[in-house]
């Protein structure tokens, strides 16, 4: 059993590139999320997908598009990247949301945009 | 809105010391409390958590009280290994009623040291 697994594990881009980050879970779970790391700032939540067919915006959207493809996959996309954006991605998912069901995370993507 | 504040870190221990990190928050209503572990190179695992106010989450000689009067969820544990290296995340997730309904907000983390 995967879980939640991403790609790529490591990304450097250059300013004005563009690039999709990949997400998939094999737990059937309906709802799924796309966090950013940064060093002293914790996670912060960048858009989420309460269910197939549907998203919204997290608490940092500004510079991101998503598309839920379907149940099982979930990908976040840089139209044009900054220096900015250099953090540490994750994504997770759980059976559904809102609810006291557990999010799972993958393992994250280091982006660095130079 | 929501808010998760954690100690200042890094905090480096001996093997077999006594841990505690602070974590308090602020938040309307009655939300769920819980600490996640990132170890290195992987994803956030979910540790304990808590629903309501005093209850206390535990997991793998982990504890952690959910204290409504101070807005704190303090983790502890009694005696650390080299293997709890990691960082630790406090969380939220707001409750029922509330635009944060089901979203998740993390304190900062605190790294984890820990010394044979």
């Given at each position: 059993n995967a879980g939640v697994t991403q790609t790529p594990k490591f990304q450097v881009l250059k300013t004005g590139q563009s690039m999709t980050l990949q997400c998939a879970q094999d737990?059937?779970?309906?709802s799924m999320y796309w966090y950013r790391q940064d060093p002293g700032m914790g996670l912060r939540l960048i858009y989420y997908s309460a269910s197939e067919g549907t998203t919204d915006k997290g608490e940092v959207p500004n510079g991101y598009n998503v598309s839920?493809?379907?149940?099982?996959e979930f990908s976040l996309r840089l139209e044009s990247a900054a220096p900015s954006q250099t953090s540490v991605y994750f994504c997770a998912s759980s059976?559904?949301?809102?609810?006291s069901y557990e999010q799972y995370f993958g393992p994250g993507t280091r982006l660095t945009v130079t | 809105g929501n808010s998760v504040t954690q100690m200042e870190g890094p905090v480096t221990l001996s093997e077999e010391a006594f841990l505690t990190i602070n974590c308090t928050y602020t938040a309307t209503g009655y939300p769920s409390l819980f600490w996640y572990v990132q170890y290195p190179g992987e994803g956030l695992q979910l540790l304990l958590k808590a629903t309501k106010a005093d209850d206390k989450g535990s997991n793998k000689g982990f504890e952690a009280t959910y204290r409504k009067e101070t807005t704190s969820f303090h983790l502890e544990k009694g005696s650390v290994q080299v293997s709890d290296s990691a960082v630790y995340f406090c969380a939220l997730r707001g409750d029922a009623g509330?635009?944060?309904?089901g979203k998740l907000t993390f304190g900062q983390g605190t790294i984890l040291t820990v010394h044979p």
């Open positions: 737990m059937n779970h309906n839920r493809l379907n149940k099982r059976l559904a949301a809102p609810s | 509330g635009t944060s309904y």
